[in-house]
């Protein structure tokens, strides 16, 4: 592929007039995330990052928002059983809410770890330059390991999602017992799924400390993964009180 | 390179493998969707051969297939369905020519993501692959139709196709959502993150445009499809019933109970309807470009144009009742869908006003791209005004399920996307490959589809309204459809000849890629970004600079102008409109 060398400095305003029917392009540094300098914008990149975040948000609540208009749905719904005659199915799932309001406080503890991580990484940037200038010493701050502590209770959750499955199957509440229990495992299973994404990210990050990136460009993804792991709380509230108070 | 311009997220690559594999150049990506389509359309151009020719002679012994039985018959239905929306509709207009134009017709290096941009696209292959896995396995090719009504889909004992073939075939719709979902986020965080200096959302291409709301479809309707297909596998595969209610298979009580199949259809549509936007809007975009263009006339109305494409992405949500008039709704709730799938002829009227209004007392040049842009109006036409009446609950019960349907489905969202498609590749392929393709025998490509087409599927409105019914293999032998085996006869042949017409695309394609004449970089004299730049164009699109947009994308026949056209990035001192 032909590489085009640019015979016009890339800040200079002038219009360029191509005399053979095609204007070139007139240049400017352009607001597309690179830089004018020879470094990547990491702000740029972080804005654009976010976007795709949000973007990203959108199809998740498209696919809660289905399951649970499908959920309201098969719930009021009669069904006519082996005798013909119309009977309602939906059996009330007996969910083990001691067990899940504990899931709830880890999860909930771990999105105020991210946001402490995330909050962290940001001042880290803040005091990057300060560390190439020479002569300056801002002392080594001590960090406490949020991140770890998130990716921690994010485990943790994920166990006591398992021990409540085992605890519903205990009490009778297989996957394909009624429609009621089929809901209860695709939710918790769709969100698991989901909130593992998020640890995997997370991990990611971790990984990528030890590799010595500049932390402009671990920020963003902490950044991201923060917001993503506060969703996915919310989330997890709503599925919860939709289980327990639609039953 | 000059110093100090980090231009490019990613460089250059250099090996093969990463230049035309795993690439993440997003023209380069666009090419690889464009060929999966390619490749994908003449799968299921073939068995729709295949079908139209079983229909006519129903005892023949066909290649590849043999003699195609009840089932046969279904299986090919399906999977010609289902290649053609998904792996064609869905993949080349957007995942193509998206990929290739959006970021060079809004002055970006490439995508936002570049790697999400090349995984998408693998994902798409991997779902491609799976589906065609499924006539490879025992039992064959699913049977249920590529809208999966359940129960049928949602049984393993319910025919031949239904045990694994069925598995694959929700497996790769599942993998082509996700793969759709990642190709919508980088769609919408380029156009809104990385236009050039200038270029306002105001200023965009309809191309652009179209492509955005497109990818705004497809990021709220394939999150649904993703959940039925899941609630379709649990259903089959974990007992689960969401979809099937107390049912007898053969004599024999299934486990299930409960569980409702309309519940698969208002999911299934609400996804079932954007995605006949997904497949039509960019069609849209390309039109309104190539008509302007070759028209030297501004677009007619361009803000009317881009309230229009929105108004019908938003009322696409609305209306995915129409497909479900039969299933006994509400009639009331069937009133509601009927009104607001009636308005969705205003936006439509608006548009194709504004196209009309756009040729009117142009200076047409009729080339190729343009005898496109033209046909897909026409056939918006044709097979949109069968619309409104299949939208009425009262006409739609009576055409629902017959040959109607598929005449009216095929005008506007498969042939007419297809022309889309087309005009696009006559028009970008000498930006895309440095050469011009064949005028005459793109020419002669035009005509025959064109007439082809509408010999193909006008008359299957008149075998709808006879009472023809579709899906049915075999009808030769029902004595109330005896009169009909001529017009099938004739729309049989009339398939033939137009399949026979596309080879004259593909050696066109292929022979000017390599032997066509070479092209300026502007051969067209059109005024967006893609022709500023090289041709084909760098890696970095625009070799390091950055361009600044000082116009609208449609000035043609500016008066006072030195030429008939300014280009986007024409100096800010000359007037326009």
New interface residues.
């Given amino acids: 592929?032909?590489?085009?060398?640019?015979t016009?400095?890339?800040n200079d305003p002038k219009?360029g007039h191509g005399g053979s029917?095609?204007?070139?392009?007139?240049?400017?540094?352009?607001?597309?995330?690179?830089?004018?300098?020879?470094?990547?914008d990491y702000s740029q990149r972080l804005?654009?990052a976010r976007?795709?975040l949000l973007?990203?948000l959108?199809?998740?609540?498209?696919?809660f928002?289905?399951?649970t208009?499908?959920y309201v749905?098969?719930q009021g719904?009669p069904?006519?059983?082996?005798h013909g005659t119309y009977v309602r199915?939906w059996l009330q799932v007996n969910l083990p809410v001691t067990l899940l309001l504990v899931n709830t406080l880890l999860l909930l503890f771990s999105s105020i770890t991210v946001e402490l991580a995330r909050r962290q990484i940001t001042r880290q940037v803040a005091l990057a330059p300060l560390h190439s200038i020479p002569g300056v010493s801002i002392g080594q701050e001590r960090y406490f390991p949020w991140l770890g502590a998130t990716i921690l209770l994010g485990f943790g959750f994920l166990a006591g999602q398992w021990m409540a499955w085992r605890q519903l199957a205990d009490r009778g509440f297989y996957?394909?017992t009624s429609?009621s229990s089929?809901f209860v495992y695709?939710l918790t299973a769709?969100h698991a799924i989901h909130l593992a994404g998020g640890l995997l990210v997370l991990l990611y990050t971790g990984t990528t400390s030890l590799l010595h990136r500049p932390v402009e460009a671990r920020r963003i993804v902490v950044d991201v993964a923060a917001w993503y792991w506060h969703f996915m709380a919310l989330l997890w509230i709503y599925i919860f009180a939709l289980l327990q108070f639609m039953r | 390179m000059a110093t100090g311009e980090v231009v490019h997220v990613h460089a250059a690559p250099q090996g093969f493998i990463r230049k035309y594999i795993f690439s993440l150049d997003h023209k380069v990506i666009g090419l690889q969707y464009y060929f999966l389509a390619l490749t994908a359309v003449f799968v299921g151009m073939f068995l729709s051969l295949l079908m139209r020719v079983h229909m006519i002679w129903p005892t023949a012994v066909l290649p590849l297939v043999g003699e195609i039985k009840p089932e046969t018959y279904l299986s090919l239905l399906t999977m010609h369905g289902t290649i053609m929306v998904f792996f064609v509709l869905t993949t080349a207009p957007q995942g193509g020519f998206g990929n290739y134009f959006l970021p060079i017709q809004i002055g970006a290096p490439d995508m936002a993501f570049p790697v999400l941009n090349m995984l998408s696209f693998w994902t798409t292959f991997v779902a491609f692959v799976v589906l065609l896995a499924a006539f490879f396995v025992t039992g064959g090719a699913p049977l249920h139709g590529w809208t999966g009504y359940a129960p049928l889909s949602a049984l393993t004992n319910a025919g031949p196709g239904q045990q694994l073939g069925a598995d694959l075939w929700i497996t790769s719709i599942a993998i082509f959502c996700i793969a759709s979902l990642m190709g919508a986020l980088n769609f919408i965080t380029t156009t809104l993150d990385l236009r050039a200096k200038g270029m306002t959302m105001m200023r965009m291409p309809l191309t652009c445009w179209a492509w955005f709301i497109t990818a705004i479809l497809g990021l709220l309707a394939f999150g649904v499809l993703l959940s039925a297909g899941i609630l379709l596998l649990l259903d089959r595969n974990l007992g689960t019933s969401f979809y099937v209610p107390l049912v007898v298979v053969n004599g024999q009580i299934m486990g299930h109970k409960g569980g409702s199949p309309l519940l698969w259809q208002h999911l299934f549509w609400f996804f079932g309807h954007p995605e006949v936007y997904i497949a039509i809007l960019p069609g849209m975009g390309v039109a309104s470009q190539l008509l302007s263009t070759f028209s030297r006339k501004p677009i007619f109305g361009y803000k009317a144009m881009v309230y229009a494409i929105m108004a019908i992405g938003f009322l696409g949500f609305m209306v995915w009742g129409h497909h479900m008039f039969m299933s006994g709704m509400s009639p009331y709730s069937a009133f509601a869908f009927s009104l607001m799938t009636m308005a969705i002829g205003v936006p439509s009227a608006i548009k194709t006003f504004n196209w009309l209004g756009t040729l009117h007392k142009g200076r047409i040049r009729f080339q190729t791209p343009m005898l496109y842009a033209i046909g897909f109006v026409s056939l918006f036409v044709s097979g949109g005004l069968s619309g409104p009446f299949l939208a009425q609950p009262v006409l739609d019960i009576p055409l629902h399920d017959t040959a109607f349907v598929v005449g009216h489905f095929h005008l506007i969202m498969g042939v007419a996307a297809i022309f889309g498609m087309f005009a696009g590749t006559y028009y970008w392929f000498p930006k895309m490959f440095g050469r011009m393709m064949n005028e005459t025998w793109g020419r002669v490509h035009f005509f025959i589809t064109l007439a082809g087409t509408y010999c193909i599927f006008m008359p299957m409105h008149y075998l709808g309204m006879a009472g023809q019914p579709r899906r049915y293999s075999q009808f030769t032998e029902l004595a109330y459809l005896q009169h009909l085996i001529p017009l099938n006869t004739f729309i049989t042949y009339a398939a033939i000849l137009t399949i026979g017409a596309q080879f004259i695309f593909v050696i066109n394609l292929f022979w000017s890629m390599f032997k066509g004449p070479k092209s300026s970089d502007n051969p067209w004299e059109a005024t967006t970004l893609e022709w500023t730049t090289a041709t084909p164009p760098p890696h970095d699109n625009f070799g390091g600079r950055t361009p600044v947009v000082n116009h609208g994308p449609y000035e043609y026949s500016v008066p006072g102008a030195p030429r008939d056209f300014v280009m986007q990035t024409d100096p800010a001192s000359v007037r326009t409109h």
Avoid: Q, W, Y
């Avoid at chain 1, 069904?79 to 082996?82: I, N, Q, R």
């Fill in positions: 592929m032909a590489t085009l060398t640019p016009i400095s890339i219009l029917g095609v204007h070139p392009p007139a240049f400017d540094g352009g607001d597309d995330g690179r830089g004018d300098n020879g470094f990547p804005r654009r976007l795709g973007v990203t959108v199809p998740i609540t498209m696919l928002v289905s399951f208009s499908a749905f098969r719904l069904t006519l059983d082996e199915d996957v394909a429609a089929s695709l769709a």
